[in-house]
Structure formats: C-alpha cells, structure tokens
C-alpha cells in the first residue's frame, strides 16, 4: 500500500528558484495538509485543503502556495526561494475535513535553499 | 497564545518503563495526540485521547487530565527500536491542530 508520496525525497535550491513538491495519496482521503518541520520547532502547518477544490492558510503560508485540482494530489510550490524556507517539509492526510482522524504522513521532502 | 511542552531528551534503559509528559494551554480542546518519529522517517500515530483517563495499547499507554491540561505516554518494557522522537498534538476548538516540538527518546542497552 503506497499511502501518501512525495517527491522529491531531497532537493537544492538556489534562493529565488521555484520549486514543486509534489504529494499524491491513493486512500481517498478528504483532507490534505503540508507541515514543514525545523529542529527545535513542532510540526508547523503551511496549507491545508479540506476536500478537493478548496484550500486555506495554515500558521506560516507565506511564500507557499498550494492546490487541490482533485482528490489524489496536493502540490506545494514556492514560487522563489529563500534560505529561511530550508526545512524539511511533510504531507499528511486524513479521512476527516474536521481534522478530527489520524493523520498518515509523507516520508518528507528535505530541501535546502542557499 | 497556544502552547504544548514537553521535554527535549530524555534517557531510558532497555527493559524498564518511561513516562514522556506534556502538558498544553490551547484555545479549546478537542482531542490529544501522540505520534511516534524515528530519525529521518515520517510521523506515525500512536494513540488519541479526548476523554481523561488512561488508554492502554500494548506496551504504550496514554493519559489525560483536561482539568490540569496534562498527558504522558508510558512506554513499557523498552526496546532498542523505541529509540526515536515522540510528538504530542493538542487539537484545539478549531480543529487545528497545536504540535509540541518533541521528545527525543534515547534507549539505552
């Protein structure tokens, strides 16, 4: 069972590059989110997307943008880099648009931005 | 604003018994997490509490007390694998979920 897949696994990036990391699930979950994850810090939300079509802003969006053209994938892109958004970035989904279910994580997608 | 806390590190020995806390101030409440994350791999869910009291799965058992705002997980007859980082998450009245930072766990032989 693949669950939920991100690419890359890892990726440099000059600052003011864009960039895609790409999520696709096969569980038909509803909702779908990006966290990144920074040492020291907790998992922070960046976007989210409740059921296919619709999206909204999580704790710390700026820079990213996301979209749910269906059910299957949810891609996140900076559209030009900066060194403060090297991280190490997750996507998770879950079977309830009210976020109250387990959430299945992505192995993460590690990006360095110099 | 929202916080969870939780100890950075923490040193345990194979075979005896842990107990990780956490403790939350959030705005509303509407359930408890814990997750498990090895080094360089993704989180995986170990248990969910919104009632108080203890739920026990195995060799991992979590507790709540939403009067004190407070969790632990113990983990119990500790292996080698069980070295890893443990996430509490509070989902507050929005239904957002609030992450403490972690607790790495170290198992020693």
């Known amino acids: 069972t693949a669950g939920i897949t991100q690419a890359p696994t890892s990726q440099i990036l000059a600052a003011g590059r864009s960039m895609t990391l790409r999520c696709t699930q096969d569980m038909r979950h509803n909702a779908m989110y990006w966290y990144r994850q920074d040492l020291g810090l907790g998992l922070r939300l960046i976007h989210y997307s409740n059921t296919a079509g619709t999206t909204g802003k999580g704790e710390v969006p700026d820079g990213y943008s996301v979209s749910r053209a269906n059910t299957d994938d949810f891609p996140l892109t900076l559209a030009s880099a900066v060194p403060s958004q090297t991280s190490v970035y997750f996507c998770a989904s879950s079977d309830s648009g009210q976020n109250t279910g387990e959430l299945f994580f992505g192995e993460g997608s590690r990006l360095t931005v110099l | 604003g929202q916080n969870i806390d939780q100890p950075t590190e923490m040193t345990a020995t194979e075979g005896a018994i842990v107990q990780i806390n956490c403790t939350y101030q959030t705005s509303g409440f509407n359930g408890l997490f814990w997750y498990q994350q090895h080094a360089g791999e993704a989180p995986t869910f170990l248990s969910y509490?919104?009632l108080d009291g203890l739920e026990e799965k195995g060799r991992f058992s979590s507790f709540l007390s939403r009067s004190k705002g407070y969790s632990y997980l113990l983990l119990k007859e500790l292996q080698m694998k069980d070295s890893a980082s443990y996430l509490c998450?509070?989902?507050?009245?929005?239904?957002?979920?609030?992450w403490g930072a972690g607790t790495k766990l170290i198992i020693k032989p």
């Open positions: 998450a509070v989902m507050d009245s929005n239904y957002q979920l609030i």
């Open positions: 509490n919104v």
